[in-house]
């Protein structure tokens, strides 16, 4: 191998590592936009039921600590903050039967960021979840 | 010797320090009235009336007939809310439960939360709501009353305004406030329980309400 191939794959490689770092941190960067605008709206709407720690209130409302009922029901999230719920769910093992409210006129992308905020919090780490996937799960509310 | 004297300087000044200092007494609110009244030698004196919170008679949520004699010389803290209440109400009893878990083991202490909704939160309604925030106890009544009598006490009385509102988020408006009443029913402190600072100042009064000599 000649150096100048050498420093021509290097160069190369450089590039593609360079893109994909920059890919990875825009898209980190949009996760973190999501995630501060989602708890302004975790404030505002969730928190005086929910806790600021998503600790809940009682059996009156469940908290939103279980990572594993949030990652299992992910895709019905959506339709839970739209349309409300009014069925029993099993939360870190406890059943709670609570109504909750819709909030009919929230947006897609304000209900993707405060998901985004909620499963990334309270011992969440989901990721990203992006307002037309929001919309897409909409379709799909029972 | 010279010690000896700074040290008795020092000791003195730290004796007048703590003799000065004057009990904390919190204020009492509403308004009041002179009246003469005549002691016992008969001499004529001018004594103070201050507003008090009225008998009353509610249903708590074992559907028992509560009145004043329920907080015969018991410090309390009164509020106003109703179950389906999904704005303030959680937060300010989500705060009021850190109050009484900091009082719990004080017969002195006791709470007092009314419902402004008549038409829906029956005893029944009260209870479960009651069990569901984990304080279903003696210590903390929750009482249902008619609309007339409720709304009354509210304004004219604890000074927290209520009201029906169709176009509210739940059907009702109201005040958040946590109002601490005194042995001789009489309004000590007014405290906002969405608020955290102003519910750790309710605890604080709470103490000094407690310590208060009669």
Not at chain 2, 24 to 49: C, F, H, M, Q, V
Not at chain 2, 146 to 163: M, P, T
């Amino acid at each position: 191998m000649t150096l100048k191939k050498i420093v021509l794959y290097s160069l190369f490689l450089g590039a593609i590592a360079m893109v994909i770092h920059a890919c990875q941190s825009a898209s980190e960067i949009e996760l973190a936009k999501y995630h501060s605008n989602g708890k302004d709206i975790y404030k505002t709407k969730c928190q005086n039921c929910h806790g600021e720690n998503g600790e809940g209130l009682g059996e009156l409302t469940p908290p939103l600590t279980d990572t594993i009922f949030l990652q299992q029901n992910k895709q019905k999230l959506a339709c839970y903050i739209k349309n409300g719920v009014n069925e029993p769910m099993e939360i870190n093992g406890k059943i709670y039967h609570e109504k909750m409210a819709g909030f009919k006129d929230m947006h897609d992308i304000d209900i993707a960021q405060v998901i985004v905020y909620i499963t990334n919090s309270f011992e969440n780490k989901q990721g990203m979840y992006t307002y037309e996937q929001v919309a897409n799960d909409l379709k799909n509310c029972k | 010797m010279k010690k000896i004297v700074r040290y008795t300087l020092v000791a003195s000044l730290i004796a007048l320090g703590t003799s000065c200092k004057q009990e904390k007494k919190l204020p009492i609110y509403g308004d009041r009235e002179a009246k003469i009244i005549k002691d016992a030698s008969g001499n004529e004196k001018i004594d103070t009336i201050y507003k008090t919170i009225p008998n009353f008679k509610f249903l708590n949520q074992d559907s028992i007939e509560i009145t004043q004699n329920t907080f015969k010389n018991k410090v309390y803290v009164a509020d106003f809310f109703f179950t389906s209440c999904s704005t303030i109400c959680p937060t300010m009893h989500r705060h009021m439960k850190t109050i009484y878990e900091k009082f719990k083991s004080n017969p002195e202490v006791m709470f007092l939360s009314h419902t402004i909704d008549f038409k829906y939160d029956k005893p029944s309604v009260l209870k479960k709501y009651a069990q569901k925030l984990g304080v279903d106890v003696p210590q903390w009544q929750f009482v249902w009353g008619n609309k007339e009598e409720v709304y009354k006490i509210a304004e004219k009385d604890y000074l927290v305004a209520v009201q029906e509102d169709n176009t509210a988020t739940d059907g009702y408006i109201h005040q958040g406030w946590l109002v601490l009443i005194d042995k001789h029913k009489r309004i000590r402190g007014a405290y906002d329980g969405t608020k955290p600072e102003e519910v750790e100042k309710l605890k604080n009064d709470i103490s000094i309400l407690l310590a208060e000599k009669e």
